[in-house]
């Protein structure tokens, strides 16, 4: 559900009766029934349409064929201001997400799609991780891991997430550049069930311009990194100019970007695909869709948020569980 002060609760509410969803998963929303309740009376929805509480869900999960919402208890509706940062909703929407992690591990849903959190909830409620991702790769052990948001315009694979600018070049190595490269060309393979083709941004202006700006990072890490991947045998090229990475010919000659920090990839993807891009966590032994966009704290509770992109995380992460077997069971 994400932070139950955000719009999260009336997104689910939306998607456990969204025919595109219901058509194609059985949706279990985990969350909590008093916040999405309450939140059905002041905006005269219909309420979920079945509940359960977590000890019945473990014991009759492969009995369930329908709709449900997962009751986890860990706050109610007048704990919560709408549109109030807590550390409250912070320790809720992370209990929402391990409860979701922890059943994807045993098998017990086929993937998650993940709606907003808030990372000043989540730190104010001493929770040590500046987002999903990290909490997903922590809790799943992955060895490697990172963030790509896909659309049918765009897709842009991140090397550094959630950190400073001036940590960046510190973070960039030939290891993580390449394993980014190798986790975005897996799952563009999956997608589009063909090789794809990739293209590698540079860190600095003009890509560093042969040295004279930045450290050296495209001649001593980034390039390295590419023809790594290249001798493998992934379609990639670059390290591009990142000011002239997306333009309309690079993004019709190539299926996804590899960028090196958060806003080079996401500031390009939220101006083409903002309502209906997707977040994927690549490298984890489940499977990790989510919406594109935060909390929205300014119209929570309101009812006019739009489902789009929700609806499309849950769609991808069906098509992902479709392209390679998985344990029976949600989605």
């Not at 999956?190 to 890509?207: D, E, Q, S, T, Y």
């Not at 309309?248 to 958060?262: E, G, K, Q, T």
């Not at 929570?300 to 992902?320: E, I, T």
Request: charged share 20%; net charge negative.
């Amino acid at each position: 559900m994400g932070d139950p002060a955000g719009i999260g609760p009336e997104l689910c509410l939306r998607l456990l009766r969204h025919p595109e969803v219901c058509n194609c998963a059985w949706p279990a929303v985990i969350g909590d029934a008093s916040v999405m309740e309450h939140v059905a009376r002041e905006l005269d929805w219909q309420k979920p349409p079945s509940v359960t509480t977590p000890e019945v869900w473990a014991r009759q999960w492969q009995e369930i064929t329908g709709p449900i919402l997962i009751d986890i208890r860990a706050v109610t509706a007048s704990q919560i201001q709408p549109g109030r940062i807590s550390s409250a909703c912070g320790k809720a929407a992370y209990e929402y997400v391990t409860f979701a992690i922890d059943e994807a591990l045993a098998g017990r849903v086929d993937a998650i799609t993940t709606g907003p959190i808030h990372k000043e909830a989540l730190h104010a409620a001493g929770i040590p991780f500046p987002g999903h991702t990290e909490i997903l790769a922590s809790r799943t052990n992955a060895e490697r891991s990172c963030m790509m948001l896909t659309s049918e315009a765009i897709t842009c694979s991140l090397v550094t997430v959630h950190v400073g600018y001036r940590e960046v070049p510190g973070l960039l190595t030939i290891e993580s550049v390449r394993s980014t490269i190798e986790l975005t060309a897996q799952a563009m393979h999956r997608l589009r069930g063909r090789k794809p083709r990739l293209i590698v941004c540079g860190l600095n202006p003009h890509a560093g311009e042969h040295g004279l700006f930045g450290a050296g990072e495209e001649e001593r890490i980034i390039a390295p990194a590419i023809e790594s991947a290249r001798s493998a045998g992934i379609d990639v090229r670059g390290p591009l100019p990142p000011d002239t990475a997306f333009l309309p010919r690079n993004r019709d000659s190539c299926d996804a970007f590899v960028c090196m920090y958060h806003d080079q990839g996401l500031i390009p993807f939220k101006a083409l695909a903002f309502e209906e891009g997707v977040n994927v966590t690549l490298g984890l032994p489940i499977i990790r869709t989510s919406v594109d966009h935060g909390t929205a704290f300014d119209i929570a509770w309101k009812g006019v948020a739009d489902v789009s992109s929700f609806v499309q995380a849950v769609k991808l992460a069906v098509k992902l569980v479709g392209s390679e077997p998985r344990p029976s069971g949600s989605a």
